[in-house]
């Protein structure tokens, strides 16, 4: 291939055409324990159907054959909002504190992410008061 024509697919930033024009800004992004993926489901139905918030995206639906880190960073920094679903599941799993951690950090350390980390206990399986932890 003539290097004229590897420039011209490389789009922005190293990324082709087609993966700049599919980057969307979301207005929230829903942090969940992957058995609670129904729940995040329901909640991102509610706010964007019921609400009008929309587009939004659960982290469950974040592009598959990427690392984990890279995902959970286009998750919080690709999206207003970050809805920590605060679950019995959720602060169990090592992955999901990991998440819960990162998030609350980038909201303090980033400008243009302060106060936008949402922690929500859903009606179905909330954490219950004692496991809550201190934020």
């Not at 829903?30 to 129904?38: F, G, R, S, V």
């Not at 139905?45 to 659960?58: M, R, S, T, Y």
């Amino acid at each position: 291939m003539p290097a004229g024509e590897l420039a011209g697919a490389a789009g922005v930033d190293g990324m082709s055409e087609e993966e700049a024009e599919e980057e969307v800004f979301f207005k929230f992004v829903i942090l969940h324990a992957e058995d609670d993926t129904d729940e995040a489901l329901r909640v991102q139905d509610l706010l964007q159907n019921d609400f009008g918030i929309k587009p939004g995206i659960i982290f469950a639906e974040m592009p598959c054959g990427r690392q984990h880190l890279q995902n959970l960073d286009d998750a919080v920094n690709g999206s207003a909002w970050t809805i920590l679903l605060l679950t019995e599941n959720f602060l169990r799993d090592t992955w999901c504190r990991f998440q819960f951690y990162t998030s609350l950090m980038n909201s303090v350390n980033r400008q243009h992410k302060y106060n936008s980390v949402i922690p929500m206990r859903p009606l179905n399986n909330p954490l219950t008061g004692k496991g809550l932890p201190l934020l």
